[in-house]
């Protein structure tokens, strides 16, 4: 199984970026997806989950407004569309898969995790 994170940058505070997640070796629509991050000196942090049909979402309340998580099932893929970026955003964000057949909440409890991807770098500048 791979999950490979991408489109990560160094970006202007106030800007946008979006990040891709490419899934190979699992039955992607079988597995609630989310998007973590790990700011340097800090403990890795749940960002946004997304249901394996994407019809249930849940957002830290630190990108609430500002993130956007989707998934497309046919492309095997994960996003995760940053606005309105913030210093404070800058880390290493990774993509993760739960359980199969699994509901997000294993994600948000953090307790249902099966895969991690590499993980992308998005530095935001002031």
């Known amino acids: 199984v791979q999950l490979q994170a991408s489109g990560g940058g160094l970006v202007q505070a106030g800007g946008s970026l979006r990040l891709s997640c490419a899934a190979s070796?699992?039955?992607?629509?079988?597995?609630?997806m989310g998007w973590f991050r790990q700011a340097p000196g800090k403990e890795r942090e749940l960002v946004a989950t997304?249901?394996?049909?994407?019809?249930?979402?849940y957002y830290a309340d630190s990108v609430k407004g500002r993130f956007t998580i989707s998934r497309d099932n046919a492309k095997n893929t994960l996003y995760l569309q940053m606005n309105s970026l913030k210093p404070e955003d800058t880390a290493v964000y990774y993509c993760?898969?739960?359980?199969?057949?699994?509901?997000?909440?294993?994600?948000?409890?953090?307790?249902?995790?099966?895969?991690w991807g590499a993980g992308t770098l998005v530095t935001v500048s002031s």
């Open positions: 993760a898969a739960a359980e199969e057949d699994q509901a997000m909440g294993v994600l948000i409890r953090g307790d249902g995790i099966k895969y």
């Open positions: 070796g699992l039955t992607f629509s079988n597995h609630a």
């Open positions: 997304i249901s394996w049909t994407g019809g249930s979402i």
